[in-house]
């Protein structure tokens, strides 16, 4: 079978149920790299603006033989999971990128947040019909976590993630501006709920309506909770903006609208398309080149 960790990709094992023995017969660590180097995450839980318990895997770099001094502040990135109905789980994301940010000094934290699976169906739903509403109030609470943290250097807080994760990003630097976020990084998510809707593929139509809103019918809702409505509010900082020109399901135009607006304010965004890619990566020399981007200003 295949299994994976957060310090290691997936390798192939055997499983002896009969002699309850475990064997190892791949080792997948790209370069050979040590094992014993990476980080593993450590589940902590925060209240959130309603008084529940959210969860959420904390990465923190790793200083053991390391020049790095115990009093050393680190920088810090929130990670929000995309889905929205998904889960962050303790992996190795990414294929690796949060190993290689933590080798470089940056702790990362990564919410589950109202909407994320696995706490209970009545949980997963409170994200349905409230993006931009509930969850970002919860990651608000997440940045004053990681902000009391004597280790962290509240001055270099940034913000990743893909699809919803993107729109939430997208909502922080725009709705929790007073933050000063230091970089951002959105890639293929949704900036205008208004346009958004309109955009998704005809069978997922009824399906969003549910999830996000009602484009006929709640205009000024979705206008409310886009953060392209917002952009006035951004303060100055580094955003990183990567889409697929053939994306199905987040249309090009979205990050097309964000990147205009921000640009015309004087903001420094960076805006990377891929024309091969749809939502998501299906070839490895993209993801690599997207990942190899990332940080560069945090």
Not at 107 to 113: E, G, T, Y
Not at 199 to 214: A, C, M, N, Y
Not at 233 to 249: E, F, H, S, Y
């Amino acid at each position: 079978m295949l299994i994976s960790s957060p310090t290691s990709p997936f390798n192939i094992y055997i499983v002896d149920r009969q002699r309850e023995m475990i064997e190892k017969l791949t080792s997948a660590h790209v370069g050979n790299i040590p094992e014993q180097i990476m980080v593993q995450p450590k589940l902590i839980k925060y209240n959130s603006f309603d008084g529940l318990e959210i969860n959420a895997f904390l990465y923190r770099p790793n200083t053991t033989n390391s020049d790095i001094p115990g009093n050393h502040k680190f920088g810090a990135i929130l990670s929000i999971h995309g889905g929205p109905t998904s889960q962050e789980r303790p992996s190795y994301a990414y294929a690796g990128l949060y190993q290689y940010l933590l080798n470089q000094g940056l702790a990362i934290l990564a919410p589950n947040f109202h909407g994320s699976t696995g706490y209970g169906k009545s949980f997963e739903k409170k994200i349905y019909h409230d993006w931009g509403g509930n969850e970002l109030k919860d990651l608000e609470f997440a940045a004053k976590w990681l902000m009391s943290r004597d280790w962290i250097d509240d001055k270099r807080i940034g913000l990743f993630e893909i699809s919803f994760g993107g729109f939430a990003t997208l909502s922080c630097i725009t709705r929790l501006s007073n933050y000063n976020w230091k970089a951002g990084v959105d890639i293929m998510g949704p900036s205008n709920l208004r346009t958004f809707v309109k955009s998704v593929p005809e069978h997922w139509k009824g399906f969003i309506r549910q999830l996000v809103g009602d484009a006929e019918k709640e205009e000024d809702f979705l206008k409310t909770r886009s953060p392209i409505t917002y952009v006035d509010n951004v303060r100055l900082l580094n955003l990183l903006v990567i889409q697929g020109a053939n994306d199905p399901r987040v249309a090009k135009d979205e990050s097309d609208q964000i990147v205009k607006s921000l640009k015309n304010k004087g903001v420094n965004v960076v805006d990377i398309v891929f024309k091969d890619e749809g939502h998501g990566f299906t070839k490895y020399e993209n993801m690599v080149q997207a990942s190899m981007r990332t940080w560069y200003k945090l």
